[in-house]
């Protein structure tokens, strides 16, 4: 049974052969992506079983993400297949200020996940055994259903020693016909909260890890991501930063999701917070170099020899 299930939308991903207006890039590499989904292979990758809870269209697209997903390591009993609605698509345009991401997920079958799924005879099962339940802001917009089964995970009581982690993870495209404002009380339910400074300044009026803790006394750990490519961990009684590793970054989609990943999988394995904000950094820094959502995980005994080098 997986010690961790990541629930959200997970999408084919067609990835521009050349920077440029999409009118004019000649080709597209198919590939898979999804925020929650990438976490569930960045957790897979650094050994934690991982399962991914999400719906895909009965389509070729969405067997190859499930296919993707279950390459990459990645639980996937508990995917249902929705004959009625497509998988979601997005489409990445590079362009001089960075890349753009273009959605063709309004009504897919991933937002349609609703709380029915807790009692799915194959995901609910493997949602009630996960020792961790990793979410992300994404799915609180992506539909009325998908906002409940959110509110569903992190507001009812939970069993004694499971933690859900939430990625704030904002997508203001999402949001233009929802109210963001959901996503607070949703922050300060959680055990981990993840979150960019920039980002929490738009959804909170604030980066500054201080003032987001004030504002979220709720999770025992937060972790804000700073411009400066630092990452302070706020438990209780401290604050930790870690600065990030020095990359030659190709392409930043995705990296999030990779840090979240090293991030709680150094959680599960009982590391203190600068440690697992080493290894969310080394995690980072694999799918920061690649053009696509995931970059290959870094070998074991690279990862356990880069970790010892730091104290913590
Ligand atoms: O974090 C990467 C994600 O942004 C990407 O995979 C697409 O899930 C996605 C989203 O909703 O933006």
């Known amino acids: 049974l997986p010690a961790a299930a990541c629930v959200g939308e997970s999408m084919a991903v067609l990835l521009p052969g050349r920077p440029g207006p999409l009118e004019d890039v000649p080709s597209f590499r198919p590939a ?37 997903l279950a390459a990459g390591g990645v639980d996937v009993r508990g995917v249902s297949v ?41 995901a609910g099962p493997l949602l009630n055994a996960a020792g961790l339940v990793h979410l992300s802001g994404i799915t609180a917009a992506l539909s009325d259903s998908a906002l409940e089964l959110t509110r569903a995970l992190l507001l009812r009581p939970r069993r004694p020693g499971r933690l859900v982690s939430f990625d704030l993870n904002w997508r203001p495209a999402l949001w233009r016909r929802r109210d963001p404002s959901v996503l607070r009380p949703l922050l300060n339910a959680a055990d981990i909260v993840l979150l960019g400074a920039d980002e929490a300044a738009d959804v909170l ?30 438990t209780r009684d401290a604050a930790v930063t870690a600065p990030a590793l020095d990359v030659e970054v190709v392409e930043p989609v995705g990296a999030g999701d990779a840090f979240a990943a090293g991030y709680l999988a150094g959680t599960l394995r009982g590391y203190g917070p600068r440690r697992c904000l080493r290894l ?4 980072a820094a694999a799918t920061l170099v690649v053009p696509g959502d995931h970059g290959p995980p870094p070998p074991p005994a690279l990862v356990d020899e880069l970790l010892h080098a730091s104290p913590g």
């Open 280 to 283: 969310g950094h080394l995690a």
């Open 32 to 68: 898979s992506g999804g925020a929650e989904a990438n976490v569930a292979r960045g957790l897979a990758a650094l050994g934690v079983p991982a399962a991914w809870i999400g719906r895909v269209g009965d389509d070729g697209f969405g067997r190859r993400v499930v296919r993707d």
């Open 82 to 122: 929705d004959p009625r609605r497509p998988t979601g698509l997005y489409v990445k345009e590079a362009g001089p200020g960075g890349s753009v991401l273009h959605y063709y997920r309004d009504g897919s079958a991933g937002s349609a996940i609703g709380p029915s799924v807790l009692d799915d005879p194959d």
């Open 205 to 234: 009026g604030t980066g500054d890890p201080g003032e987001l803790r004030a504002l979220l006394p709720g999770p025992a750990t937060l972790v804000v991501k700073d411009d400066a490519h630092s990452a302070t961990a706020l």
